[in-house]
């Protein structure tokens, strides 16, 4: 069975600080997104990654793939206040993570 | 386009009752699945669908079917309806394998009470 784990669970964050959610997932996979939901919305997603060492980077947010360590991660730069949500990882499409709930205080 | 379009937004159950949640694409996708999502369990996958007249079973099936008569169209049945079956449902579509990522594009969900 896949399991898939986000941590932290829940992290509040102040502006302008940087930090990381990670996500570790139990099978061999080099298929590995992440997406974003906002308070009572629907998802949308973020990056796409699909080889080992992938990097994307979007604005303050970038993602990575280490497909040997089963590990990708979400770096954050600078937060801001816009970028409170919930954010999951899913991997090989269909598994998800348990999210993490980040909140930026200004 | 409309994307993923969902319905109902909101529906309220007796427990027993059946029901049908529609989703339908417009963008040619091969992948089509159902999640719920329960707070603190992230989104369970509850069926798949790879292609017209192809389904399967995901992590949480017990309870619901699916089936994929056409491309565009993938409903979930709740066949008696269990007050654990209350939850968000969420439909997704994507390109298949050869389509480049496989990102998932998603409805905007059904708040689903079972009383």
């Known amino acids: 069975e896949l399991k898939v784990e986000q941590n932290p669970l829940f992290l509040s964050m102040q502006e302008g600080k940087n930090y990381t959610i990670y996500c570790n997932y139990s099978t061999t996979s080099d298929r590995l997104y992440w997406y974003r939901q906002d308070p009572g919305k629907s998802l949308e997603s973020l990056f796409v990654l699909l080889s080992n060492g992938a990097v994307k980077q979007e604005g303050r947010l970038m993602a990575s793939l280490d497909t040997k360590a089963r590990l990708s991660t979400l770096h954050i730069t600078a937060a801001v206040h816009d970028l409170s949500a919930t954010y999951f990882c899913?991997?090989?499409?269909?598994?998800f993570g348990t999210g993490t709930s980040l909140t930026v205080i200004p | 386009n409309a994307g993923v379009t969902q319905t109902p937004k909101f529906q309220v159950l007796k427990t027993g009752q059946s029901m049908t949640l529609q989703c339908a694409q417009d963008?040619?996708?091969?992948?089509m699945s159902w999640y719920r999502q329960d707070p603190g369990m992230g989104l369970r996958l509850i069926h798949y669908s790879v292609g017209a007249g192809i389904t399967d079973q995901g992590e949480v099936p017990n309870g619901y079917n699916v089936s994929r008569s056409t491309t565009e169209d993938f409903p979930l049945r709740l066949l008696s309806a269990a007050p654990s079956q209350t939850s968000v449902y969420f439909c997704?579509?994507?390109?298949?394998?050869?389509?480049?990522?496989?990102?998932?594009?998603f409805g905007s969900g059904t708040q689903l009470s079972v009383l």
């Open positions: 899913a991997v090989d499409q269909f598994y």
């Open positions: 997704a579509s994507s390109y298949g394998p050869e389509g480049g990522g496989e990102k998932l594009f």
């Open positions: 963008m040619n996708h091969e992948y």
